[in-house]
């Protein structure tokens, strides 16, 4: 078990270009998360899974973006037509459904745009 | 949203000094947690507390569940050079969704050896 896994670890895009991001949770986990952090804040919720359902998404979450699940175990995140105000930390956590649940978070995607 | 107040938010401390630092919320909480965060990395869990008035150590951290339901502490004991990073705390709205974590805004924690 090596953990949440993120792919890329960086990525820098010019405006307007579309990106996807990739996370494979550890393996037993059936609840999936991606949320976003910018610069001096605490990370914030974008949109959760529970196996291949996606169960909400934060308003955060316009129209540009739209992650999938597709058979309950990576998960994919895609940005199109990319702005600057999307550069951030994205970052992708999983947990195992319960009464004490604990997400455990990978190492993120540093996206910046140009 | 709910908010998370956390605080301090920085402090400076010399190698061997204990630590307090804690985080409030207007709603009663059931689930907190504590991460710490280095530059480019994302959070690592450290404790997770589930019952008010629960006190839960590792190693030289410990941590409560206010028994308000409605703050929670962390205390680092004998600060190393290693402790430096951001720490968040993140907890579950009691009657909210049962899986969203709230995060504060972080403790940014540097150590002078």
């Known amino acids: 078990d090596t953990g949440v896994s993120q792919d890329p670890r960086h990525k820098i895009t010019k405006r307007g270009q579309n990106v996807t991001f990739r996370c494979d949770p550890i393996?037993?986990?059936?609840?999936l998360y991606w949320y976003r952090q910018t610069l001096g804040q605490g990370p914030e919720f974008l949109t959760y899974?529970?196996?291949?359902?996606?169960?909400?998404k934060s308003r955060l979450l316009s129209d540009r973006f739209s992650a999938e699940r597709p058979k309950g175990s990576f998960s994919t995140l895609e940005i199109q037509r990319t702005e600057q105000g999307d550069s951030a930390m994205y970052l992708c956590?999983?947990?195992?459904?319960?009464?004490?649940?604990?997400?455990?978070f990978g190492s993120g995607t540093q996206l910046s745009v140009l | 949203g709910q908010q998370l107040n956390q605080s301090p938010q920085s402090m400076f401390i010399q190698e061997g000094e204990d630590v307090s630092m804690n985080c409030t919320s207007s709603?009663?909480?059931?689930?907190w947690l504590w991460y710490k965060q280095d530059p480019g990395e994302g959070p690592v869990l450290l404790i997770a507390?589930?019952?008010?008035?629960e006190l839960t150590s590792n190693g030289r951290l410990t941590a409560q569940f206010g028994i308000t339901r409605k703050d929670s502490f962390l205390n680092i004991s004998a600060s190393i050079p290693s402790d430096v990073g951001i720490y968040f705390c993140?907890?579950?709205?009691?009657?909210?969704?049962?899986?969203?974590?709230?995060f504060g805004k972080g403790t940014l924690l540097t150590v002078n050896p």
């Open positions: 956590a999983s947990s195992l459904s319960g009464m004490n649940e604990k997400l455990f």
């Open positions: 393996s037993e986990h059936n609840r």
């Open positions: 899974f529970q196996n291949e359902a996606q169960l909400e």
């Open positions: 709603s009663i909480f059931n689930t």
């Open positions: 507390l589930y019952k008010a008035g």
């Open positions: 993140a907890g579950r709205e009691s009657g909210g969704s049962n899986y969203k974590l709230t």
